[in-house]
């Protein structure tokens, strides 16, 4: 896998991204008047950022909070599970492959504990959180493979830890396939 190359980034460049991460609707006006710069000089950084891949504005889902008024869950999906993954020696890329394989999974990621990997799922039953470990623990060079599901959320800041998605890491790959 070939390290992608980002351009430099200098103090404006982290003060846009931090403002923007705070409040992603902000206008560039607003960004520009409190830094001090341009509204054209915050634009192009931002364009700059974006099409290097460094900086993504996107909506972030609270699952916490896709309840319908009676508290039912949403069909948006309630239920989020990590999956920890250990592989045999030699099958990390074809478990890895697999994870990538499967659109339950929102996020995957090598742990420090190699081979394993994490993966993140976003699942709207139970039963589908089932049906996934089925399929985790049937694919080839699955040593073990270990669920957690999360009960509720005590803190979570998307803006200091964002779940990278299955597509960021594809695309970090150079895999242009859809998820």
Same mark, same amino acid.
């Given at each position: 896998m070939d390290t992608p190359e980002f351009p430099t980034t200098d103090q404006l460049d982290r003060d846009i991204a931090v403002m923007l991460a705070q409040d992603a609707r902000?206008?560039?006006r607003k960004i520009a008047t409190d830094l001090g710069v341009t509204e054209g000089t915050v634009r192009g950084?931002?364009?700059? &950022?974006?099409? !290097?891949g460094l900086l993504k504005?996107?909506?972030?889902?609270?699952i916490d909070r896709t309840r319908d008024s009676s508290g039912t869950p949403g069909e948006i999906g309630q239920h989020m599970m990590f999956i920890t993954v250990k592989c045999a020696n030699g099958k990390l890329d074809s478990v890895r492959e697999g994870l990538l394989a499967?659109?339950?999974v929102s996020a &995957?990621?090598? !742990?420090?504990?190699?081979p394993r990997l994490v993966a993140v799922c976003i699942l709207p039953s139970l039963e589908d959180a089932a049906?996934?470990?089925n399929r985790v623990v049937a694919l080839d060079g699955v040593r073990e493979?270990?669920?957690e599901l999360v009960l509720q959320s005590i803190k979570y800041n998307a803006a200091i830890a964002p779940i990278?998605?299955?597509?960021?890491?594809?695309?970090s790959l150079g895999d242009t396939a859809p998820a």
């Open positions: 902000l206008s560039f950084r931002v364009k700059r &950022l974006q099409s !290097a504005l996107v909506p972030i889902l609270d499967m659109p339950q &995957l990621y090598d !742990a420090n504990a190699a049906a996934v470990m493979a270990d669920s990278a998605t299955v597509a960021d890491l594809q695309s």
